[in-house]
């Protein structure tokens, strides 16, 4: 086969490179709220707007909490690495967003939250916010482990491992226990003593300088929440209606109480 001119071969590659994808570049780690960090990307949140602080009722004790730590990291200070725990639905993932929001609305520009869902591709994310003139809040929802080695590596993260991490990002984790424990102690190597893998894990809840506490709701509780949701759009309170739906579901929840107020406004035909 005769072998084709380099002009040719050279004008065939310039066309590959025209019909590849362009490379997706970072956002502007100063320009936007919120962020989704994937595949080594800062890529914005369109329409960040979490629910306000006043509707997320029954939490003043983790509010106030979480408010002053993140108004700390806003405004330069030293500032701790969180740990949100508890049962499910109890309004974690919504504080951790809305107490965000509370202090971008005090101080403009000074604080941004990244949504992160690999813990691998966190040193690779620190580099990035290193030199950046901003406060970050690296966001972990619903964190749980498979094997003791992933708790090892966040424990190395949150320590600062052979690198310091930058003073001006924290992490905020939630998860349904306090006590990070891999879900299947069984699977552990026989070698290991349960107790040590039990003792490694205690080590990495005890890393977070701030430990707070979700625990289910009472019917009050519950209730408070419901009326405060149909207050705030204009929908009637019927708490027996609220207390069946609860129970038809087998829980009480801030996540709960939402889903009934949405079916609420189905039926009065209103758009929240």
Known sequence: MTDLPVSVLE???AALERLAPAPIVSADPLAHPAYLWRDGV????????????????GLDRQREALLTNLTRLAEGHAAQDVLLWGARGTGKSALVKASVAAVQAARPGRLALVSVDTLDSLPTLFALLEGVDRAFALFIDDL???????ARKLRSLLDGGAEARPAHVRLLVTANRRH??????SEQDSAINPRDVVDDQLALADRFGLSLGFHALDQDGYLAIVRAYTERH????DGAEAVHWATRRGSRSGRVAWQYIVDLAGRKERVL
Request: charged letters at 30%; zero cysteines.
């Open 180 to 185: 990070l424990l891999p879900r299947d102690l």
């Open 11 to 13: 004008r065939i590659a």
């Open 234 to 237: 204009d929908l009637p309170f």
């Open 144 to 150: 749980g482990f498979d094997e003791a080695g992933e």
């Open 42 to 57: 800062l890529r914005p949140v369109r329409g960040f707007a979490p629910l306000p602080l006043d509707l997320l009722q």
